[in-house]
């Protein structure tokens, strides 16, 4: 068993599938395409610093990690990427995380620092353990939360399990908004329909709120514009407008990956609010994705209140640095 140092996102990117497919860390944000897009994005400064783990016959592990100066982090970070991990197959986490410490150590690397870690990851269960058996300082810390929630078979079947108040209050928006004169919704998925219209995202986005407006700088638009482009070449994005009068009013970007839809970001004009346009799409979408028998709603990183009143049950995410002592 050896690792190969990762020199770029193509030259094992069969092998980078297979072991995601298998791996408990099994995430839109772990693909090879994400992270390449990712790369290029934001990588200037840094190198990439991460490895793969097996044989000629099986692949183990990959660890996707930047080293700036002394320090390793996955590729990607907080603003961008909601869930980051190593990719495991089970049964050899122990072996792949000593390989990470081995690594570390070869590199003349002092720090490891991972960021947004989901509650079942291995990387929690048994890297602390294994590092501090080596002289490391380790530090978990709660770094924000994320939520989602398990889809039924029907929208009925959606209905009955919220809660008596939020079922209510989703029921008279609904009715509110049908008393529009004429107002529809609709997804595009083909990457010529979503490039003519994804300066209406940003437009929408960006009057949703402040923060929203701030946080698309220059880079980060320049992100989402590839990774928009990335992932409509793959067919896993669906840009959702909802109009009124045939003017765009809210938008819904979103990620179709492994029987889960993935709500990435979102925006709606506020004189537009008393209709709920912003909530009810995003409704929409999730009821679209039980009519297409998906599993798994995923709101995704943050706590905004829209998310429970859709449903969405609150999880953790973690944070974890590694020191040398």
């Not at 930047?66 to 961008?80: C, E, H, K, M």
């Not at 300066?199 to 960006?206: G, K, V």
């Not at 929203?212 to 793959?234: S, V």
Request: charged share 25%.
């Amino acid at each position: 068993m050896a690792s190969k140092p990762l020199t770029s996102f193509e030259e094992f990117r069969g092998e980078w599938e297979e072991i995601l497919s298998v791996s408990p860390a099994n995430t839109l944000f772990l693909t090879p395409q994400w992270q390449q897009v990712w790369w290029e994005s934001f990588g200037g400064g840094k190198e990439m610093a991460g490895f793969l783990l097996g044989t000629a016959e099986q692949v183990m592990g990959i660890a996707p990690l930047a080293r700036s100066g002394t320090t390793l982090s996955f590729v990607g970070d907080t603003d961008t990427v909601d869930y980051n991990d190593f990719m495991i197959a089970p049964g050899y986490e122990t072996i792949f995380f000593d390989t990470l410490l081995d690594s570390m150590e070869e590199q003349q690397c002092s720090t490891l620092n991972l960021l947004s870690l989901r509650e079942n990851s291995s990387t929690l269960t048994y890297l602390p353990d294994l590092a501090r058996r080596r002289g490391y300082s380790v530090v978990v810390e709660e770094e924000d939360v994320s939520s989602g929630l398990e889809l039924p078979s029907t929208w009925d079947g959606y209905l009955t399990g919220l809660g008596k108040k939020d079922r209510h209050e989703l029921r008279r928006k609904f009715r509110r908004l049908e008393s529009a004169a004429n107002w529809r919704w609709y997804g595009l998925q083909e990457a010529d329909e979503v490039e003519s219209r994804v300066d209406d995202f940003f437009s929408l986005m960006r009057q949703s709120n402040q923060e929203k407006d701030k946080y698309m700088t220059p880079d980060r638009e320049q992100f989402f514009r590839n990774i928009i482009q990335r992932m409509a070449q793959l067919g896993l994005l669906r840009l959702y407008f909802l109009e009124i009068d045939e003017k765009p009013v809210a938008t819904s970007l979103c990620f179709d990956y492994a029987s889960s839809r993935l709500l990435y970001n979102s925006g709606y004009d506020p004189e537009f609010g008393y209709y709920s346009v912003g909530l009810l799409l995003n409704a929409l979408c999730l009821q679209e994705a039980i009519g297409q028998g998906m599993k798994y709603f995923d709101f995704l990183r943050g706590s905004e209140a829209y998310k429970a009143h859709l449903g969405g049950q609150q999880s953790i995410l973690y944070q974890m640095v590694v020191q040398r002592s």
